[in-house]
């Protein structure tokens, strides 16, 4: 049963996977997260298209990562995930990245929730199949700091952005990695040649197709960004923080 609890799921980087230094892409790691959540979790019977026949989804809500070295291409690379705690409204979900030789390269540490496809709130996780799926936490933390409450002073306006079909995912709303893509964008080419220590999101509010978003930038100093993203011009929509090697 304590071997049940986890799960780990392989990949490899493709060409189209990798930025121009030839490692894999922080746009791709995130899908690769979220496909490793969902396939824990449907294996476990409370995936996405279980909740859908029920009328709730899954979202995230926050999300930590920290790598000290991102995948090559051609490389494979493997994503172990588990929940450590379940909650009424969230689950605590972690994460270990691999890589070939199966080193740990990264962590990821992630809060989800379940919300209600009809009201769009939070939905009681306990209720889920009267409570099965606190039989799978796992007691076992997570080596980085947890997802932090991020703080955004005085941001200069740095970009907009008009919500497009492509950024739309099962649930209606833009895609949470849709919108980390877009964060990133904000940033010189350069900024990535070294790469990125730690990625930190935190999602407040939905936006849908056809909505602006704006992206507000503060620089903590050289190495540290916060962003707060709002919906046009007016609902915080998300806060980022990232720290650059």
């Not at 926050?62 to 172990?80: D, N």
């Not at 990264?106 to 009201?119: D, F, H, L, N, P």
């Not at 935190?202 to 197709?209: G, T």
Request: with cysteine; glycine share 6%; charged share 25%.
């Amino acid at each position: 049963m304590e071997l049940n609890k986890k799960g780990e799921y392989s990949y490899v980087v493709e060409p189209f996977h990798v930025d121009y230094t030839g490692k894999l892409t922080w746009g791709v790691l995130g899908n690769q997260l979220l496909n490793s959540a969902g396939f824990h979790s449907t294996e476990r019977g409370f995936g996405i298209g279980n909740l859908n026949e029920e009328d709730y989804t899954w979202v995230l809500s926050r999300l930590a990562v920290e790598m000290k070295k991102m995948p090559f291409q051609y490389e494979k690379y493997s994503i172990e995930t588990w929940m450590e705690n379940v909650y009424r409204l969230f689950t605590d979900r972690n994460f270990v990245i691999y890589d070939e030789a199966h080193e740990p390269v990264g962590y990821a540490s992630s809060v989800w929730a379940m919300i209600s496809m009809q009201t769009r709130k939070p939905a009681n996780l306990l209720s889920l199949h009267n409570g099965e799926i606190v039989n799978y936490a796992l007691a076992e933390g997570c080596p980085i700091e947890k997802t932090s409450r991020i703080k955004v002073g005085s941001p200069t306006l740095k970009g907009t952005y008009k919500v497009k079909y492509s950024d739309i995912d099962i649930n209606g709303h833009t895609n949470s990695v849709k919108t980390i893509e877009h964060i990133l964008d904000l940033f010189p080419y350069e900024y990535f040649k070294e790469g990125i220590q730690r990625f930190e999101i935190a999602y407040v509010a939905e936006s849908y197709f056809g909505d602006t978003l704006f992206f507000y930038v503060e620089e903590l100093d050289e190495k540290h960004v916060v962003i707060e993203v709002k919906c046009n011009d007016e609902t915080v929509v998300c806060r980022s923080s990232i720290r650059f090697y």
